[in-house]
C-alpha cells in the first residue's frame, strides 16, 4: 500500500484547509487509518482516526471540533478538513493505515498500530 499525503501550506490563524491523502495497491476501507502530526522539535502525535469505514472517529482534544476525518471509497482517498487553524497547528502532517483489520480501540492513538504511512505534508499557521 502506498499512501500520498497532499494539501499543505500556508495559512492565516483561523483560516482552513483540507488535507488529501490518496492510497494505491489496497483499498482503506477495512483497515484504521488515521492522522498525525509532528510540530518542529516534537514527537509526532495523533490527530484522528476511525478504526473502519462508517466507524466512530476519534480526535485529539487539541483539534475537536475544528478538525474533520472522512473517506472517499471510490476514490480510496482519505481528508482531513482543518478549520479555525492555530499557529500551534503548524506542522507536517501523515496520513497511516493499519494494513490490518481488528485494530483495538486502546491502540487506535498508537503509532504502532499504523503499517503504512505517507510521506507527509507541511501546514504552516502564520499570519
Known amino acids: 500500500v502506498q499512501l500520498q499525503a497532499s494539501g499543505g501550506g500556508l495559512v492565516q490563524p483561523g483560516g482552513s484547509l483540507r488535507l488529501s491523502c490518496v492510497a494505491s495497491g489496497d483499498t482503506l476501507d477495512h483497515y484504521a487509518i488515521a492522522w498525525f502530526r509532528q510540530a518542529p522539535g516534537k514527537e509526532r502525535e495523533f490527530v484522528s482516526a476511525?478504526?473502519?469505514?462508517?466507524?466512530?472517529?476519534y480526535y485529539a482534544d487539541a483539534v475537536k471540533g475544528r478538525f474533520t476525518m472522512s473517506r472517499d471509497s471510490a476514490k480510496n482517498t482519505m481528508y482531513l478538513q482543518m478549520d479555525s487553524l492555530k499557529p500551534e497547528d503548524t506542522a507536517v502532517y501523515y496520513c497511516a493505515s493499519s494494513g490490518v483489520t481488528g485494530i483495538i480501540l486502546s491502540a487506535i492513538r498508537v503509532e504502532d498500530s499504523y503499517t503504512y504511512w505517507g510521506q507527509g505534508t507541511l501546514v504552516t499557521v502564520s499570519s
Open positions: 476511525t478504526r473502519r469505514r462508517g466507524g466512530h472517529i
